[in-house]
Nanobody
């Protein structure tokens, strides 16, 4: 497993932007080979897929609800994955979690139960 720490959440008005970061540490394995995912959970709802990348050079997948507005990127030198969120909507309000799984594949990376490492979550609140 790897330790994950998210940052960058906050309160923003609808139409605004935020960038979340997830820093990985504590693993002797190469960060580039980790599948990294972002999920979110709103009050009273199940955790849902937002975006994921199977490995550093692999394709990135997005939920339909965020496609064209959110962008996942990785900085391998910093062992960090980012989620750039633009054109935010009130329905994007949730706790956002990053997750990691070494040697991951599609479509398993779309499912929360597939991952074995999770961050503590960061709150994103979008006001109307």
């Amino acid at each position: 497993q790897v330790q994950l720490v998210e940052s960058g959440g906050g309160l923003v008005q609808a139409g605004g932007s935020l960038r979340l970061a997830c820093a990985a540490s504590g693993s002797g394995r190469t960060f580039t080979n980790y599948g990294m995912g972002w999920f979110r959970q709103a009050p009273g709802k199940e955790r849902e897929f937002v975006a994921a990348n199977t490995w550093s050079g692999g394709p990135t997948y997005y939920a339909d609800s965020v496609k064209g507005r959110f962008s996942l990127s990785r900085d391998n030198a910093k062992n960090t994955v980012y989620l750039q969120m633009n054109s935010l909507k009130p329905e994007d309000t949730a706790v956002y979690y990053c997750a990691a799984k070494y040697g991951s594949n599609w479509p398993a990376i779309l499912t929360p139960s597939y991952y074995d490492s999770w961050g503590q979550g960061t709150q994103v609140t979008v006001s109307s």
